[in-house]
């Protein structure tokens, strides 16, 4: 598929777009996330104006629907004290928890020496049942610091662990195949529609798998 060179979109929104023509596409205009960079694909028809009309348009869907999926600090802290209450025994909290961009190979991490727990920037945008398993699953160790059946007990109360644990390990390969993107949904237009078409943590120094 034929490719311009990467760019900065028309808006001004600081994003690496890379755009690929399909003699194949007739009218519909995708954008999706690949290895940190917005790919918008486009028909190969279309002239330079219409590729600039959408690769801002689309841009903007992108930027939107990811800003609606991405928590902040905030929410993740009370996401934490929802389910600490819900899962820890009494009393026991993170002293604190955000996001960090410095994980690349661990979906969360958590001190329990020092209550802080960690979660990497990744997970934005996943399901919300995904991040709690992983919020749920870190906030164990403040109780159990290793991952024996005391710990299991505590993460398997959350009904969707399964699920969750199978959703991470195909992020996982995806992403070690070299297909990954950032966990955010692709997006398709035709006209002017749109059609929203293993290593979790470390504990103290040292990491821990599933």
Known sequence: MPTSPPSRDPAGSGVDVEVRRSARRRRTVSAFRENGRLVVAIPARFTRAE??????????????KEGRRRPSDEDLAARAERLAAAYLPPGVRPRSIRWVTNQGRRWGSCTPTTGTIRLSHRLQGMPDWVVDYVVL???????????????????????????????????????????????????????????????????????ALF
């Open 137 to 207: 699953h870190e906030l164990a160790h403040l109780v159990v610091s290793g991952h024996g059946p005391e710990f299991w007990a505590i993460v398997e109360a959350y009904p969707r662990t399964e699920r969750a644990r199978g959703f991470l390990h195909g992020v996982a390969h995806r992403d070690a195949e070299g297909e990954g993107a950032d966990g955010a949904d692709g997006t398709d237009a035709d006209g002017d529609d749109v059609d929203d078409g293993d290593d979790l943590d470390g504990v103290g120094e040292d990491p």
């Open 51 to 64: 590729e600039e009309r959408w690769v801002a348009e689309m841009t903007r869907r992108v930027l939107a």
